[in-house]
Structures are given as structure tokens and as C-alpha cells.
């Protein structure tokens, strides 16, 4: 028996509401690594760094545009 959404990527707001200067947002699932990777500016490879650092990387839109500079933890 298969359970429903097993091996869905979700993505939830990791940080309660309110204002601050830090949004978290928790991905996960069997795709998030590669969800995540098509995001990031060119060159990062996600599965290359090293898991429980952080990273100063670039989220661009899909067709590529920067759309913000983020702190990425593996």
C-alpha cells in the first residue's frame, strides 16, 4: 500500500508570523535538492556543499533573472 503524497516536495514558512528582517523557509521532500538547484545562481551544484553550513547564494526566477540574495543551509 502507497501512501498518498509520500514523495510530494513540499515547501513550508519555517518562521512565525510577524515582522522581521529573516523569512525560513523548510523544503523538503525527494526533489527538494534538485526543486532548490534550479533556482540558484549558475554554478552552485546544491549536492556539492556541505550539509549544516550556509551559503550566500543568488535565488533567480526560472528563466534566470535575480530575484533575491539568500542564506542557503544544506
Known amino acids: 500500500m502507497e501512501i498518498p ?3 510530494d516536495t513540499i515547501a513550508a514558512i519555517a518562521t512565525p508570523p510577524g515582522r522581521g528582517s529573516i523569512a525560513g523557509i523548510r523544503i523538503s521532500g ?3 535538492f534538485q526543486s ?10 546544491i549536492l556539492t556543499l556541505s550539509p549544516r553550513h550556509s551559503y550566500l547564494v543568488w535565488l533567480n526566477t526560472l528563466d534566470g533573472k535575480r530575484l ?6 544544506r
Open 36 to 45: 532548490v538547484g534550479k533556482l540558484l545562481s549558475a554554478g552552485k551544484e
Open 30 to 32: 525527494l526533489l527538494a
Open 68 to 73: 533575491d540574495q539568500v542564506t542557503l543551509i
Open 5 to 7: 503524497g509520500i514523495y
